[in-house]
């Protein structure tokens, strides 16, 4: 439905809050050519409203990207609860895609055009050997980081500025500005999470910034650096990008209003103390 008009009469917009592991989809987005979380997640929400239904999310993530905190609308006339839509579609939908809350909502309310700000979270495994449980979950860095370095460089990330330099190059957003209100480098034993928190994000910038990051972690650059290469708003000064495997969509700010649940951030296996030191 285009925004701003009325939902024909007996039809209801829901909300949802979805988990899945990216690393089984091409992103979140429908493909033609492979699987996405959006396809599995209309087919199961389908075949629990009994007719078709189509999704809209706060952000389509990208292939192999991780969330533990998307979040979906839909707009349907068939009379369920949240809890059937939860249970119901969690009946169907593969182990890696999972919906933790659903609810009816204001026909005001859409998923991504209502957003203030998402955070991301990027988790590296800073140790000398590669992980084998999760290995998908996380990202190994094997040298190791100066954590200090790497938070000075966050400060220049925040504000409203030009993010070319991060920019992936199939971007096709039509402007390359964007409001970054946290950035911050977190080390939990041999784990190192890089946290962010925009209004928007472009394509691969959390992981373009990461892979910055990472210079400046090894000393291998000052982290004025980062400064440097905002200032001149050229990719192929910046360091290669980041692996997917690390990166996590993990909160979607909504006005409280709409009544969104508050949940922890994810992924699961970090300490819930990141969400009370992080402030």
């Known amino acids: 439905m285009p925004e701003g008009q009325d939902l024909p009469s007996g039809v209801s917009r829901f909300a949802a809050i979805v988990q899945y592991k990216g690393a089984d989809f091409c992103g979140f987005q429908r493909q033609k050519h492979s699987p ?26 990208d292939t192999a990207v991780h969330a533990s905190h998307q979040v979906i609308h839909f707009d349907t006339s068939a009379d369920r609860s949240g809890y059937s839509w939860v249970q119901g579609a969690n009946s169907q939908l593969p ?3 999972s919906l933790i809350w659903a609810d009816k909502i204001s ?3 859409h998923a991504r055009f209502s957003a203030g700000a998402r955070t991301y979270r990027y988790v590296i495994d ?24 790497m938070q000075q460089s966050c400060e220049y990330l925040l504000g409203e500025q030009d993010f070319s330099a991060f920019r992936g190059s199939g971007c096709q957003s039509n402007s390359p500005w964007r409001n970054v209100h946290k950035a911050n480098v977190y080390r939990r ?22 892979g910055s990051l990472l210079e400046v972690g090894t000393a291998r650059q000052k982290p004025q650096w980062i400064q440097q290469l905002l200032a001149q708003g050229d990719r192929c000064k910046s360091a290669a990008t980041a692996a997917p495997d690390g990166l996590y969509l993990v909160a979607v700010d909504y006005p409280g209003g709409f009544g969104l649940p508050a949940l922890a951030k994810g992924p699961v296996f970090l300490p819930a103390i990141l969400d009370i030191t992080e402030e």
Not at 126 to 149: C, E, H, Q
Request: proline fraction near 5%; include cysteine.
């Open 189 to 210: 034993g041999n784990l190192v999470i890089f946290e962010i928190t925009a209004n928007a994000f472009l394509l691969h910038m959390v992981r373009n910034i990461v």
């Open 36 to 61: 996405s979380v959006q396809q599995e997640l209309e087919l199961a929400l389908s075949y629990v409203a009994d007719c078709p239904v189509k999704i809209h999310c706060a952000g389509r993530t």
């Open 126 to 149: 800073n140790s000398p050997t590669r992980p084998a449980i999760m290995a998908a979950a996380v990202t190994w860095f094997k040298k190791p980081l100066d954590i200090s370095l």
């Open 107 to 109: 026909q005001d309310f």
């Open 95 to 97: 182990d890696s895609i």
